[in-house]
């Protein structure tokens, strides 16, 4: 059930009727009309925008449409009251007796509640995380890989088919740093004192393990070789190695891809991949041979005028054309990306969703530019940025990591504070907003750790089951079977304040879809996590308030039914979230 569709339908069916008086012209514009909570929840329960929407096209006084608008409304059954305010937005009241259909809406969907098929089945191809495979992963790479893996999840949960995708950047200058860097780790392996490791290679200790397996491998042969011999052989089981920490650190995380793609692949025969695109892009008069303008301020020092192969990439709102050729004849990274984006287009994904760190924003309109003249205008294209993340330690920022030397792993956050609090707090702020992460408050025991908040929020409603055996004797609470109950005694404000939040779950998980922001589902939670825990307090103060009436065995029925609606809606959302729901915490 999801309560604002309901009104959304029932404002339909109102402006049907005014249209077939005459009030309203047939072909008013009804797209923004919306329903939506109040900005003051104290003005009510519902509120509705229909009058300021369809005023002007009526020729009406909102205030004067609002009145005609709310008098309707007001005869709806369930509807206690439905008043104009300011300039013409109706606010809306509802029966108390209505909100317990919430709590049965809630209980018969069970893990079905919120989801929808907004997405239809349409295949959506999201690519996250894709850091280079020269290490372990760090901290910085956390976020984007929650927030995809969040992402995904609640895509999922909403109807779309959804392909999770890793790219490999395995063709660029980096991973020859990182063979020349696991080179030296081999000749340590094999007894050399390398002394310090140079300037420009890679110093992390994640390579000695990897030293000493080429050692293993191939004894003292690769010291025989000429770099051009060795390089490609050291770089393959490089990428390997890099690959497989990679998938561990990520597992750390309950986080798999379906596909991981390699760059390397695109370079193949000469490149022949890309070739392909850009000459499909040259035959539909995409590209062309000129100059590029000087970027603005100090010119880099790999800057040079002259004539090049360029995309159009202002035909497709860019800022500027961009090359796709090198000096030297070689593709630049944005020509890969291009055909990176066609590979995925050509296997079924008009839709795609790239998620990149803080340091990729310049790169969207461009890719956005890209699959556009590629697919002719078919493709879809969001690009969603995750900003850095600072470690913080009772409030002092932390530089170093205890395995790396240089940065924080990700694994070492994770050792530290567990999956569920990494997961969780990076989905309190917004993707897109800088996020601060303090080893101290979110492995702290108290409201200020939203994790902590929302898992003993699902805790407590099993804990609550648990005393209802123990004050029963005989009772089974995992038979209890909640359809039995009246759910007419659920009167209280604060039992009616947690079935209003119950009945924004759908629209909040649809919101949140919509906007590809899975940090809504995280605020969502907390909100009904306080108003569970709220109302459990007010019990401790008001006997009459406890869940548990021994003397009154049909009002401890329905609020156990309250109960159980809450612990499944805390469950879906953490579970969306990626984060376990606990029966118990200590």
Same mark, same amino acid.
């Given at each position: 059930?999801?309560?604002?569709?309901?009104?959304?339908?029932?404002?339909?069916?109102?402006?049907?009727?005014?249209?077939?008086?005459?009030?309203?012209?047939?072909?008013?514009?009804?797209?923004?009309?919306?329903?939506?909570?109040?900005?003051?929840?104290?003005?009510?329960?519902?509120?509705?925008?229909?009058?300021?929407?369809?005023?002007?096209?009526?020729?009406?006084?909102?205030?004067?449409?609002?009145?005609?608008?709310?008098?309707?409304?007001?005869?709806?059954?369930?509807?206690?009251?439905?008043?104009?305010?300011?300039?013409?937005?109706?606010?809306?009241?509802?029966?108390?007796?209505?909100?317990?259909?919430?709590?049965?809406?809630?209980?018969?969907?069970?893990?079905?509640?919120?989801?929808?098929?907004?997405?239809?089945?349409?295949?959506?191809?999201?690519?996250?995380?894709?850091?280079?495979?020269?290490?372990?992963?760090?901290?910085?790479?956390?976020?984007?890989?929650?927030?995809?893996?969040?992402?995904?999840?609640?895509?999922?949960?909403?109807?779309?088919?959804?392909?999770?995708?890793?790219?490999?950047?395995?063709?660029?200058?980096? /991973?020859?740093?990182?063979? @020349? +860097? $696991?080179?030296?780790? !081999? &000749?340590?392996? *094999?007894?050399?004192?390398? %002394?310090?490791? =140079?300037?420009?290679?890679?110093?992390?200790?994640?390579?000695?393990?990897?030293?000493?397996?080429?050692?293993?491998?191939?004894?003292?042969?690769?010291?025989?070789?000429?770099?051009?011999?060795?390089?490609?052989?050291?770089?393959?089981?490089?990428?390997?190695?890099?690959?497989?920490?990679?998938?561990?650190?990520?597992?750390?995380?309950?986080?798999?891809?379906?596909?991981?793609?390699?760059?390397?692949?695109?370079?193949?025969?000469?490149?022949?991949?890309?070739?392909? /695109?850009?000459?499909?892009? @040259? +035959? $539909?008069?995409?590209? !062309? &041979?000129?100059? *590029?303008?000087?970027?603005? %301020?100090?010119? =880099?020092?790999?800057?040079?005028?002259?004539?090049?192969?360029?995309?159009?990439?202002?035909?497709?709102?860019?800022?500027?054309?961009?090359?796709?050729?090198?000096?030297?004849?070689?593709?630049?990274?944005?020509?890969?990306?291009?055909?990176?984006?066609?590979?995925?287009?050509?296997?079924?994904?008009?839709?795609?969703?790239?998620?990149?760190?803080?340091?990729?924003?310049?790169?969207?309109?461009?890719?956005?530019?890209?699959?556009?003249?590629?697919?002719?205008?078919?493709?879809?294209?969001?690009? @969603?940025?995750?900003?850095?993340?600072?470690?913080?330690?009772?409030?002092?920022?932390?530089?170093?990591?205890?395995?790396?030397?240089?940065?924080?792993?990700?694994?070492?956050?994770?050792?530290?504070?567990?999956?569920?609090?990494?997961?969780?707090?990076?989905?309190?702020?917004?993707?897109?907003?800088?996020?601060?992460?303090?080893?101290?408050?979110?492995?702290?025991?108290?409201?200020?750790?939203?994790?902590?908040?929302?898992?003993?929020?699902?805790?407590?409603?099993?804990?609550?089951?648990?005393?209802?055996?123990?004050?029963?004797?005989?009772?089974?609470?995992?038979?209890?079977?909640?359809?039995?109950?009246?759910?007419?005694?659920?009167?209280?404000?604060?039992?009616?304040?947690?079935?209003?939040?119950?009945?924004?779950?759908?629209?909040?998980?649809?919101?949140?879809?919509a906007a590809q922001e899975p940090h809504r589902i995280a605020f969502y939670l907390y909100e009904l996590a306080s108003d569970l825990h709220s109302h459990w307090a007010r019990g401790k103060v008001a006997p009459?308030?406890?869940?548990?009436?021994?003397?009154?065995?049909?009002?401890?029925?329905?609020?156990?039914?309250?109960?159980?609606?809450?612990?499944?809606?805390?469950?879906?959302?953490?579970?969306?979230?990626?984060?376990?729901?606990?029966?118990?915490?200590?």
């Amino acid at each position: 059930m999801d309560l604002f569709d309901i009104f959304e339908e029932h404002v339909d069916q109102i402006i049907d009727g005014l249209v077939a008086e005459g009030v309203v012209p047939e072909d008013a514009n009804r797209r923004g009309v919306i329903v939506e909570l109040p900005r003051d929840t104290g003005h009510g329960d519902l509120s509705t925008n229909a009058a300021m929407v369809l005023a002007k096209p009526s020729k009406m006084n909102p205030r004067a449409l609002a009145e005609q608008i709310a008098g309707k409304l007001g005869e709806i059954d369930i509807v206690a009251s439905a008043e104009v305010a300011g300039p013409g937005f109706i606010n809306l009241r509802l029966e108390t007796s209505f909100w317990p259909r919430i709590v049965k809406a809630v209980l018969e969907a069970g893990d079905d509640y919120g989801k929808s098929n907004i997405g239809g089945g349409a295949k959506l191809n999201i690519e996250y995380v894709s850091a280079n495979p020269t290490g372990p992963m760090h901290v910085g790479h956390t976020r984007g890989a929650v927030f995809g893996d969040a992402l995904a999840r609640l895509l999922e949960f909403t109807g779309y088919d959804v392909c999770r995708e890793y790219y490999i950047n395995d063709a660029g200058a980096q /991973v020859d740093v990182l063979a @020349r +860097s $696991a080179f030296l780790r !081999y &000749r340590e392996a *094999l007894g050399e004192d390398i %002394g310090e490791i =140079p300037e420009g290679l890679y110093p992390g200790d994640y390579l000695v393990p990897l030293g000493v397996s080429l050692s293993e491998t191939h004894g003292e042969a690769l010291l025989s070789m000429d770099e051009a011999e060795w390089l490609p052989i050291v770089k393959d089981a490089a990428i390997d190695a890099m690959m497989a920490l990679i998938r561990e650190d990520l597992a750390k995380l309950n986080i798999h891809h379906d596909v991981f793609f390699s760059e390397k692949t695109l370079h193949e025969n000469n490149g022949a991949a890309i070739g392909a /695109v850009i000459e499909s892009l @040259r +035959s $539909a008069g995409h590209i !062309y &041979r000129g100059r *590029l303008d000087p970027p603005k %301020g100090t010119l =880099p020092e790999d800057w040079e005028d002259r004539e090049q192969t360029l995309f159009r990439a202002t035909d497709f709102g860019d800022d500027v054309d961009r090359a796709l050729e090198k000096s030297d004849g070689s593709y630049t990274y944005f020509a890969a990306d291009i055909a990176y984006h066609k590979d995925k287009f050509d296997r079924g994904f008009a839709h795609q969703i790239d998620v990149l760190g803080a340091d990729h924003g310049g790169y969207i309109k461009r890719l956005k530019a890209a699959l556009k003249a590629i697919s002719d205008g078919k493709g879809e294209l969001d690009v @969603r940025i995750c900003q850095l993340v600072k470690l913080l330690r009772d409030g002092a920022e932390v530089k170093m990591s205890k395995r790396a030397g240089t940065f924080v792993t990700l694994r070492d956050v994770v050792e530290e504070v567990g999956v569920d609090p990494v997961r969780f707090m990076m989905l309190m702020r917004k993707n897109d907003a800088t996020l601060d992460f303090d080893f101290a408050r979110v492995t702290e025991q108290s409201k200020d750790n939203p994790v902590f908040y929302v898992q003993y929020g699902h805790a407590r409603t099993c804990s609550l089951f648990r005393q209802l055996e123990e004050s029963i004797p005989g009772m089974d609470s995992a038979n209890l079977d909640h359809a039995t109950a009246p759910l007419t005694r659920l009167t209280d404000e604060g039992e009616i304040a947690i079935m209003r939040k119950l009945a924004q779950y759908p629209r909040v998980i649809a919101g949140a879809a919509a906007a590809q922001e899975p940090h809504r589902i995280a605020f969502y939670l907390y909100e009904l996590a306080s108003d569970l825990h709220s109302h459990w307090a007010r019990g401790k103060v008001a006997p009459h308030l406890r869940i548990i009436q021994e003397d009154d065995w049909e009002l401890t029925q329905d609020r156990f039914a309250l109960i159980a609606a809450v612990g499944n809606t805390l469950k879906s959302g953490l579970t969306i979230l990626g984060v376990s729901a606990p029966r118990e915490m200590r």
